[in-house]
């Protein structure tokens, strides 16, 4: 059988696993409960190496956590668990020691890669997304009358695409443009949407107001409150966002310290880092009401009730 285990070692004739296809609710839940639920975990940022005292991040200390918060999500009725990013924080080997955790997983597990996942050998570039099971880095579906929406933050960035792809000159233009402007998110670790997945992103948008469907967004990179960790073009993407009808959420990590703001009536969660700290992990479960989105936090990761706006 293929496993993520298995596909480290046989190299390039690899598989693509297939894409998390959706869900469907059950209509006899109580009126007291949920619609649904998911699990949400954020920079797990494993690597077998010394911590960074400096930074609070203990990377190998990851696999424990990771492993226990697998442990707790499957005790939950959930739809899927969400991985916002940095699942390793640097070296190609570090995936072979944290993906086959996601084994365990009794839920179905949808992966987004931040910006530490692609800190591994060049010749390993081209192999990132399908040794995490991605066919491709931005997709979405549906379920529970949302449409989740996941953006690939690392599509024009200095370190994702392959050496001599031309988004890496596009990035080079979009990083100087912002430090002229004295931007504070001008910064090398971030990244963007190339010009056809913001148009992928806007008409995915569309289609699900047309079904009538709610609308979460997720990426690794924040785009809301104005930020250091922010994506490059994060002020078109707040704009898109902010006019749209459908749109309730944007659910991200990055900043490993957390974040939240709202605006429009629209939410931006910043998820807490699970790599930092020693020995107190992070991670939540979201609850999906009609009139409402409640997280429960787990260590670090603090509750919020976020309220929807209603017909």
Sequence with gaps: ML???NLLKIGGTAAIFAPFAGFTIDSARAETDPLFRFGIVADPQYAPVVPNLKSNRYYANSLW????AIDTLNKHDLQFVATLGDIIDRHWESFSHVLPLYDKLDHPNVLLLGNHDYDVAAEYLD????TTGLDKAYSDFAGGGYRFILLDGNDVSLFAPPKDDPRREV???RLDELKAKGAPNAQTWNGSLGDEQFAWLEATIQKAEVAGEKVIVMCHYPVYPANEH?????DRIVDLIAKSKNVVAYFNGHNHAGNYGELSGKHFVNFKGMVDTPDTTAFAVVEVYPDRIEILGHGREENRTLKLATA
């Design 230 to 234: 922010n994506l490059w073009d994060s």
């Design 3 to 5: 496993t993520r285990r």
């Design 127 to 130: 192999s990132v997304q399908r």
């Design 65 to 68: 956590k990771l492993s226990e």
């Design 171 to 173: 990035a080079a233009k």
